[in-house]
């Protein structure tokens, strides 16, 4: 089906449909306002439960093989509208287009391959009087709460689980990114039995609507700790199941023994894709004293090309910060660099333009106790740290209570994994950073999460897990 990204509903029981009061979203690179969404009422959202409820009792009663084939199917039109979502993500997000192209790509790889895990089922005993088995049936009704970093990928990491094991499935897209994600759910529409996947569009009050609902029995959360003790808090007055995937302040510490010029271009990338904003972007890098001048220098070379502006601008890699109140946080982040007397070695202001945009910045060798290492900036800035004492440096990467993804940087492997071994974070790379898989689980320790997506473990989250004992007579 060929895309429509000019007029935006939301979806309920595979209709359409459309509310008295709307809302909009705004371009993040020229502050324009983006179209009209839907501003969801508890009625509304009490019509997407019933339809909700209604499917899953139908939906639950299909095989992994029905549920796989219809998901496909699903996958291909995703793929066949790639343009268009792709250029409604920059629009909305802000993000280069080649980047939100990627993003659609990997979107349409989730979809594919998660549905190919097989979902356990072990036989515990089997005696001549009784067998036991252990199994996983689906929920009911899930709720999804997605970001505005990355709407489309963070969006099917739920969706598809959730489908795939027999649930139902509400979204509810951030209001700063409302537009792919109901665009998700209109795709949908052919492809699975109406109630299955809805999508709701709202303000600030549809969040905690969801999650206190009674009839809504899991709730997935990507999004700030700040915002997830608040999801938690609400999920327990029902005691739903909930898994939350919050913010980082990754480390990654490099080692004396690299190849400086070969890391170079992937910590660059690793340290300012998305504009910072992604969770599980490297933080802060802690940088052997032996080789820091260098990597320094080496650093801020490979930073400077790239070029801030317009997602639309091919030649662009850093875009606008997404949004107001993240932009005005990062500004008062910024004062910090005078106000505690730090040392930029690229960028380190911001200047008015007619978008959220922030130049690269990166700081040198700043106190551990200041705001640009203790903070999660979720903008372009990241503090280059020396270190010395492997101890010390493992106990300072540590330090944070946030603990999403850490990584070593080492030619020697055993030494590497050996640091490896000792860090507390929920995904350890050796060499590489933010590598993800929709066969690998996904999650935080620490404040940055409970949980995880993705992989079996991921998938199963979306299931109770029942033991089933069969007497034979």
Same mark, same amino acid.
């Given at each position: 089906m060929s895309l429509d990204t000019t007029t935006f509903r939301n979806v309920i029981n595979g209709e359409l449909t459309s509310t008295t009061q709307t809302r909009h979203g705004v371009n993040p690179a020229n502050k324009q306002p983006n179209p009209e969404v839907p501003v969801t009422t508890a009625e509304d959202l009490d019509r997407a439960v019933t339809a909700a409820k209604a499917a899953f009792k139908i939906w639950s009663r299909t095989t992994y093989e029905e549920r796989r084939k219809a998901i496909f199917a699903y996958a291909d039109s995703i793929e066949a509208n790639k343009d268009a979502l792709a250029a409604l993500l920059t629009q909305e997000q802000g993000k280069p287009l080649s980047q939100s192209t990627q993003e659609v790509e990997l979107a349409v790889v989730w979809a594919r391959a998660l549905p190919t895990i097989e979902i356990p089922e072990t036989v515990i005993q089997d005696k001549e009087d009784v067998k036991t088995i252990h199994r996983y049936t689906p929920l009911g009704v899930a709720g999804a709460i997605v970001p505005w970093n990355y709407p489309i990928l963070l969006a099917m990491g739920k969706i598809i689980p959730a489908i795939y094991t027999g649930n139902s499935i509400i979204v509810k897209p951030s209001p700063f990114t409302p537009y792919c994600g109901l665009k998700l759910a209109e795709l949908a529409i052919p492809h699975f039995p109406a109630g299955v996947f809805q999508a709701l569009s709202g303000g600030d009050d549809l969040g905690p609507m969801i999650t206190e609902h009674p009839n809504i029995d899991k709730i997935s959360f990507t999004g700030s700790t700040v915002t997830g003790r608040r999801v938690m808090a609400s999920c327990a007055k029902t005691l739903k199941r909930v898994t939350l995937e919050l913010g980082g302040n990754d480390a990654a510490i490099i080692c004396d023994d690299v190849d400086i010029d070969k890391i170079i271009p992937n910590l660059a990338l690793l340290s300012f894709l998305c504009s910072s904003q992604i969770c599980m972007m490297i933080k802060r890098l802690y940088i052997h004293e032996s080789i820091?001048?260098?990597?320094?220098?080496?650093?801020? @070379?490979?930073?400077?090309?790239?070029?801030?502006?317009?997602?639309?601008? $091919?030649?662009?890699?850093? &875009?606008?910060?997404? *949004? !107001?109140?993240?932009?005005?946080?990062?500004?008062?982040?910024?004062?910090?660099?005078?106000?505690?007397?730090?040392?930029?070695?690229?960028?380190?202001?911001?200047?008015?333009?007619?978008?959220?945009?922030?130049?690269?910045?990166?700081?040198?060798?700043?106190?551990?106790?200041?705001?640009?290492?203790?903070?999660?900036?979720?903008?372009?800035?990241?503090?280059?740290?020396?270190?010395?004492?492997?101890?010390?440096?493992?106990?300072?990467?540590?330090?944070?209570?946030?603990?999403?993804?850490?990584?070593?940087?080492?030619?020697?492997?055993?030494?590497?994994?050996?640091?490896?071994?000792?860090?507390? @974070?929920?995904?350890?790379?050796?060499?590489?950073?933010?590598?993800?898989? $929709?066969?690998?689980?996904? &999650?935080?320790?620490? *404040? !940055?999460?409970?949980?995880?997506?993705?992989?079996?473990?991921?998938?199963?989250?979306?299931?109770?897990?029942?033991?089933?004992?069969?007497?034979?007579?």
């Open positions: 820091y001048d260098t990597f320094l220098a080496k650093f801020v @070379a490979a930073v400077k090309s790239y070029k801030t502006g317009a997602g639309t601008d $091919p030649e662009t890699f850093i &875009g606008p910060i997404q *949004n !107001s109140m993240q932009y005005e946080k990062a500004k008062d982040l910024f004062s910090t660099i005078s106000s505690d007397n730090l040392t930029a070695a690229l960028g380190g202001s911001i200047k008015d333009s007619k978008g959220y945009f922030i130049p690269p910045t990166i700081i040198d060798n700043p106190p551990e106790a200041s705001r640009v290492v203790q903070d999660e900036p979720f903008a372009p800035i990241i503090p280059l740290l020396k270190w010395s004492d492997e101890a010390d440096v493992l106990a300072r990467a540590n330090a944070s209570e946030s603990g999403l993804g850490a990584s070593v940087w080492s030619k020697d492997l055993d030494k590497a994994r050996r640091m490896a071994d000792q860090l507390e @974070a929920g995904s350890v790379w050796i060499n590489s950073h933010f590598e993800v898989s $929709p066969f690998a689980p996904f &999650g935080g320790v620490k *404040n !940055s999460g409970i949980g995880t997506e993705w992989g079996v473990q991921g998938l199963t989250q979306y299931c109770n897990s029942q033991t089933l004992w069969v007497r034979k007579g």
